[in-house]
């Protein structure tokens, strides 16, 4: 498990660190003033505060922070399930929500669940088992409803990227379909009306709304839509590249294409790297060197780190507002033009 830590969050206090006992000693006071001054009483004069700070100064003193949050009712601490850390995407929403969590005096324990149901499972119910302030999680079970109990324990829970079903909780999700609109449009404005689509397997929450997008954004525009040209799978590249080459071989041949993510856009690319008259294309997510190919890629941008963020402030929220009504955020996609997208007809 890969642990990120924001704020003062910390266990046991390892042996050898001073207590606030030695700097009690230390200075000559009594316990209660050196707690009193470290957790900003007032009730202290200047000049015994000021020999206090000093000594904890000299010393090395580290409040407790478990402690104290114990006392409140809290451990400080959030934990994050998201499908793989080392994922790009997940990495920047793992990276903004400890920046947002350490405004909040949170600590975030983050791990992965690689896609796994049973994992998900057993991760999560052994985190909610050390009673985190909140649970943050990337659903990718069937159903969510084994979170009910901590739910009911006080525990709120924040979906992100999906919903989670079989519980009502909050989300943050990216506006798929508005991202998939915005994708033919521009494909549209540059004179294209032969688009294929290439999606994710149809099980995935992602996958059903952006080729939803697809779908309602050609009939609005009056697109002949040739279901043979709307492939939903798991990412494969010979099968990709098997499909390509029947949509450019027809005889009113596919000039466009949207593909539904980076896996299927860099198995569409190895496909088409030789080709002297590739079709346009967008796809769904950016990706590290998407500049470096020629043409450009362009691609429909998410914001994961506006995801981590909003996540957080969603938990907090729950923690003072324990009854509002649930929410669910819809984060704004971008389209960035490179060159690959704006190929005409004509330049194909």
């Given at each position: 498990?890969?642990?990120?830590?924001?704020?003062?969050?910390?266990?046991?206090?390892?042996?050898?660190?001073?207590?606030?006992?030695?700097?009690?000693?230390?200075?000559?006071v009594s316990f209660k003033t050196v707690s009193r001054v470290v957790?900003?009483?007032?009730?202290?004069?200047?000049?015994?505060?000021?020999?206090?700070?000093?000594?904890?100064?000299?010393?090395?003193?580290?409040?407790?922070?478990?402690?104290?949050?114990?006392?409140?009712?809290?451990?400080?601490?959030?934990?994050?399930?998201?499908?793989?850390?080392?994922?790009?995407?997940?990495?920047?929403?793992?990276?903004?929500?400890?920046?947002?969590?350490?405004?909040?005096?949170?600590?975030?324990?983050?791990?992965?669940?690689?896609?796994?149901?049973?994992?998900?499972?057993?991760?999560?119910?052994?985190?909610?088992?050390?009673?985190?302030?909140?649970?943050?999680?990337?659903?990718?079970?069937?159903?969510?409803?084994?979170?009910?109990?901590?739910?009911?324990?006080?525990?709120?829970?924040?979906?992100?990227?999906?919903?989670?079903?079989?519980?009502?909780?909050?989300?943050?999700?990216?506006?798929?379909?508005?991202?998939?609109?915005?994708?033919?449009?521009?494909?549209?404005?540059?004179?294209?009306?032969?688009?294929?689509?290439?999606?994710?397997?149809?099980?995935?929450?992602?996958?059903?709304?952006?080729?939803?997008?697809?779908?309602?954004?050609?009939?609005?525009?009056?697109?002949?839509?040739?279901?043979?040209?709307?492939?939903?799978?798991?990412?494969?590249?010979?099968?990709?590249?098997?499909?390509?080459?029947?949509?450019?071989?027809?005889?009113?041949?596919?000039?466009?294409?949207?593909?539904?993510?980076?896996?299927?856009?860099?198995?569409?690319?190895?496909?088409?790297?030789d080709e002297p008259h590739p079709p346009a294309l967008v796809g769904?997510?950016?990706?590290?060197?998407?500049?470096?190919?020629?043409?450009?890629?362009?691609?429909?941008?998410?914001?994961?780190?506006?995801?981590?963020?909003?996540?957080?402030?969603?938990?907090?929220?729950?923690?003072?507002?324990?009854?509002?009504?649930?929410?669910?955020?819809?984060?704004?996609?971008?389209?960035?033009?490179?060159?690959?997208?704006?190929?005409?007809?004509?330049?194909?």
């Open positions: 498990m890969v642990v990120t830590t924001t704020g003062q969050g910390g266990g046991r206090r390892p042996p050898g660190l001073p207590t606030i006992k030695d700097v009690a000693e230390h200075v000559g957790n900003g009483d007032g009730k202290v004069s200047a000049q015994t505060a000021q020999r206090v700070r000093q000594a904890v100064e000299e010393l090395g003193y580290v409040r407790n922070e478990s402690a104290r949050q114990l006392r409140r009712g809290r451990t400080g601490t959030v934990a994050l399930l998201v499908r793989a850390v080392s994922d790009p995407f997940f990495a920047a929403i793992c990276d903004a929500a400890a920046e947002r969590a350490r405004d909040h005096d949170l600590a975030v324990f983050v791990t992965s669940t690689h896609d796994r149901a049973e994992r998900e499972r057993e991760l999560a119910t052994a985190m909610a088992g050390r009673r985190p302030d909140g649970l943050v999680i990337t659903p990718i079970a069937e159903s969510q409803d084994y979170l009910q109990g901590v739910l009911d324990s006080g525990i709120p829970v924040v979906a992100i990227d999906r919903p989670a079903r079989g519980i009502q909780v909050d989300a943050v999700l990216a506006d798929n379909a508005g991202g998939v609109r915005d994708a033919v449009e521009h494909l549209l404005r540059h004179g294209h009306s032969r688009i294929g689509y290439l999606g994710d397997a149809p099980e995935i929450f992602t996958a059903r709304e952006r080729v939803a997008g697809f779908r309602s954004t050609a009939e609005v525009h009056g697109l002949g839509l040739r279901e043979e040209e709307i492939d939903l799978a798991r990412p494969d590249d010979e099968r990709i590249a098997t499909l390509l080459r029947r949509w450019r071989a027809a005889p009113d041949p596919v000039t466009a294409l949207v593909t539904g993510n980076n896996a299927i856009t860099m198995a569409a690319l190895r496909e088409l790297v769904f997510d950016d990706f590290e060197l998407a500049d470096l190919v020629r043409p450009a890629v362009s691609v429909v941008a998410q914001d994961p780190a506006a995801v981590g963020r909003t996540a957080i402030d969603l938990l907090v929220e729950r923690l003072r507002q324990p009854e509002r009504p649930v929410r669910t955020i819809r984060v704004q996609t971008r389209l960035i033009p490179r060159g690959s997208g704006e190929l005409t007809v004509g330049q194909r």
